[in-house]
Nanobody, 121 residues
Framework: VQLQASGGGLVQAGGSLRLSCATS????????MAWFRQAPGKEREFVAT????????YYADSVKGRFTVSRDNAKTTVYLHMDSLKPEDTAVYYC???????????????WGQGTQVTVSS
C-alpha cells in the first residue's frame, strides 16, 4: 500500500492541526494504521495507532488526551487530529501501515513521506 501524508504546518502552542494520510489500493481495511514522529536529533517514536477491524486506538502517553487517530475506510484515509499542541510536538510526522498490531516501527512495512509539524511557543 502506498501512503501520502499531508496537513502539516506551523501553528502556535495551544493550537490544532489535522493530519491526513491517503492510501492507494483496495486493501486498506486489512491494515492497522499508525502515526510516528521524528524530531531533529531524536529517534522516530510512536504516536498513535488504530487497528484494522474493530478500529481500536492506542496512544503514546505524551499525546494521550490531546491527539485523536481515526480512519475512514470508504476514503481509505487515516487522520490524526492534534489539539493543545506544544512546542515539543514539533517533528516530522509519518503515517505507516501494518498487517499486524503493534507500536514499534519495525512492525510497519509501508510508510508515507512525512509531513512537518512546527509548534511555536
Amino acid at each position: 500500500v502506498q501512503l501520502q501524508a499531508s496537513g502539516g504546518g506551523l501553528v502556535q502552542a495551544g493550537g490544532s492541526l489535522r493530519l491526513s494520510c491517503a492510501t492507494s489500493g483496495r486493501t486498506f481495511t486489512a491494515f492497522s494504521m499508525a502515526w510516528f514522529r521524528q524530531a531533529p536529533g531524536k529517534e522516530r517514536e510512536f504516536v498513535a495507532t488504530i487497528t484494522r477491524g474493530t478500529g481500536s486506538t492506542y496512544y503514546a502517553d505524551s499525546v494521550k488526551g490531546r491527539f485523536t487517530v481515526s480512519r475512514d475506510n470508504a476514503k481509505t484515509t487515516v487522520y490524526l487530529h492534534m489539539d493543545s499542541l506544544k512546542p515539543e510536538d514539533t517533528a516530522v510526522y509519518y503515517c505507516a501501515a501494518s498487517r499486524t498490531f503493534g507500536v514499534t516501527a519495525n512492525l510497519f512495512d509501508s510508510w508515507g513521506q512525512g509531513t512537518q509539524v512546527t509548534v511555536s511557543s
